[in-house]
């Protein structure tokens, strides 16, 4: 199924050498498109580096190699945890960080999974946002449905006073009480902490109190006692086993030596096992049904004022590293702008989504500025595709140059091309730098933004002038450095510099 067809690069003649380029257009906008990218790009070609925590289903990747195998723990049952405890207090904004943050608490989903997306966050993507991407990931790579995903949660930047994570000691009317805050009476609260404590542990290591020392061994060294005896897959197997008394019966939040913290087991019963016996019956088609419903709206839960968006889908046609720069290449998809028309082809490495493993094709082009004219758009068509058209600000206007932009890790410097012959002023032009940096006593980053102005320079190529600007974070960034060109309030253009490890 050639879905979806990835384009590469709308180049211009500018004679910058490298692969020199400007002008990153973003399909629908920043944001959008590089949390689709994180959601669907999963394998292969191009592929996002966020979904290979969780795959296998069974991976640790706090640790690696025999420790991670050994350790008993399991990433993508974290990231669901870590969804959970934002969801029930006060909604997800990240805020669980403060609450959480110790460096020595290396076994922690919290700490975990913190250290893992902290490389992501910039400007466009808040740790909030993915902290849901995580919950989504997990249940659907896992054997899920796939939940809806709709991203603009914004990170808090102080703890929340309505703290309250449930603890197996707690009872259980408190405990419904703190999911009741968050708009789930006591049947989906039992039905979504069935589906929660599908895949995962309680380990011996952080909750002693629950699961004994026995749990501990050379192959299990943080003593992780499953939920169900299948630990790494997102399916009713936990409510069977806890209904038949079979396998992990339930867990050990049903079968603790210590009563007190039997608390999945006063829960289920606290309505006769009525519902526990519903979720058992279902079809594993409905139960996948209903468990995505409810960690939909989990996810979903956000401090009031906080607007989401639209639901992010796979894209049929992305346009992506769209931008104005020096040419090479072409050819069986038609793509045209202006009066310009060309048929393209694919490269021969492809990519996988994680939306039923269907394929990804790149497809490079690049157009002579000449034959664009005044073209303010491009549209992409073939065979059995919707023909689609895409903005790109029009030929002429100032625009970044990639080539002579750069991070540090501490500051970022960039260069502006403006035609020459455009009459424009740079002074009018300014540049926004938004920066995710460390704050105390949490791993997720915090944004600090500034405005630069930029300096002309007598560099003169191919008809373009240049201007430059740089920004000194005067501290380690955490991830991409976004810039936003600006002209009396109007965006011109966008780039990121230095995504590191989180490889944009
Ligand atoms: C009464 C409510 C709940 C209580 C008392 C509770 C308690 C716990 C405890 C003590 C653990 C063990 C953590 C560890 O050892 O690392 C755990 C794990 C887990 N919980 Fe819950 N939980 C509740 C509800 C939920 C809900 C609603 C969800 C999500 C939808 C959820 C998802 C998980 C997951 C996925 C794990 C496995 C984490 C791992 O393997 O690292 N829990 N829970
Ligand atoms: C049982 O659990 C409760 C609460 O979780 C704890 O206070 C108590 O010390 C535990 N008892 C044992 C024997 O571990
Ligand atoms: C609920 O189901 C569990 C597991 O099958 C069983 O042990 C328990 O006795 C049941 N409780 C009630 C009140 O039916
Ligand atoms: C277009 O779809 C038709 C019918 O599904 C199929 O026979 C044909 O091979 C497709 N063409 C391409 C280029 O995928
Ligand atoms: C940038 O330019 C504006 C207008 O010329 C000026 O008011 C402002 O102080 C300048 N900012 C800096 C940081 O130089
Ligand atoms: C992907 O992430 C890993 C660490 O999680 C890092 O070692 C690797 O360089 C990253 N790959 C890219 C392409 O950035």
């Known amino acids: ?8 690069l709308l180049l211009l003649p500018l004679l910058l050498g490298g692969n020199g380029g400007g002008a990153m257009f973003f399909y629908p906008s920043p944001q959008a498109a590089l949390l689709e990218h994180l959601l669907i790009d999963h394998g292969g070609a191009r592929a996002a ?3 290979a925590a969780v795959s296998p289903c069974t991976n640790y990747v706090t640790e690696v190699g025999e420790p991670s195998r050994n350790s008993g723990r399991t990433t993508a049952a974290q990231w669901l945890r870590v969804a959970e405890a934002g969801a029930i207090t006060g909604g997800i904004d990240a805020s669980i960080g403060f609450e959480t943050a110790r460096a020595e608490n290396k076994g922690s989903a919290f700490d975990g999974s913190f250290t893992f997306w902290r490389p992501f966050v910039n400007e466009y993507v808040s740790m909030s946002d993915l902290i849901a991407l995580g919950t989504v990931m997990s249940v659907h790579l896992c054997g899920g449905k796939a939940i809806p995903y709709r991203p603009g949660r914004i990170d808090a930047l102080h703890a929340d006073p309505t703290t309250g994570v449930p603890e197996p000691e707690t009872g259980v009317d408190e405990t419904l009480e703190e999911f009741g805050r968050a708009g789930f009476n006591k049947q989906d609260f039992i039905a979504l902490t069935a589906c929660g404590h599908s895949l995962g542990s ?9 699961v004994g020392p026995g749990a501990v061994t050379p192959t299990n060294t943080n003593g992780g006692s499953n939920f169900d005896s299948t630990r790494g897959a997102f399916d009713p197997l936990v409510v069977h086993e806890y209904i038949d008394s079979t396998g992990s019966r339930g867990g050990p939040l049903v079968t603790s030596f210590n009563e007190t913290a039997r ?20 079809t594993t088609e409905a139960f996948q049904d209903t468990c995505a419903e409810l960690l939909g709206r989990m996810i979903d839960t956000v401090p009031s004022g906080v607007q989401l ?3 992010i889908t796979p894209m049929a046609i992305k346009p992506i590293n769209v931008l104005w720069g020096a040419p090479t290449i072409p050819k069986v998809v038609t793509l045209s702008s202006g009066n310009f028309v060309t048929s393209l082809r694919p490269e021969p490495e492809k990519g996988c989504t994680a939306y039923g493993m269907s394929n990804t094709y790149f497809y490079p082009f690049s157009i002579p500025s000449s034959a664009i004219g005044d073209a303010t758009s491009f549209a992409v068509s073939g065979d059995n595709m919707t023909a689609q058209t895409f903005p790109i600000s029009r030929a002429g206007r100032p625009f970044f140059v990639p080539s002579m ?3 540090t890790g501490i500051s970022a410097s960039f260069t502006v091309a403006s035609a020459a012959d455009s009459g424009l002023e740079e002074e009018v032009l300014v540049v926004q730098v938004a920066a995710p940096i460390e704050q105390p006593l949490t791993l997720a980053p915090k944004i600090v933004t500034a405005t630069v102005n930029l300096t002309t320079t007598d560099d003169t ?3 373009f002038r240049f201007c430059k600007g740089s920004y000194d974070v005067h501290q380690q960034v955490t991830g991409a450095i976004s810039l936003t060109l600006t ?3 109007e965006t011109l253009d966008h780039l990121l510099l230095g995504a590191g490890v989180a490889g944009w």
């Open 1 to 8: 199924m050639p879905l979806r067809s990835s384009i590469l």
């Open 405 to 407: 932009s750069s991070a």
């Open 49 to 51: 580096n966020f979904s």
């Open 309 to 311: 968006r639209d639901t």
């Open 461 to 463: 190529r191919s008809g």
């Open 487 to 489: 002209q009396a309030g």
């Open 263 to 282: 608390s999945d087991l006063r829960l289920y019963e606290s309505d006769g096992n009525q519902t526990m016996r519903s979720l058992y019956d279902m």
């Open 202 to 210: 309680v380990h011996h290591g952080g909750f002693p109190e629950v």
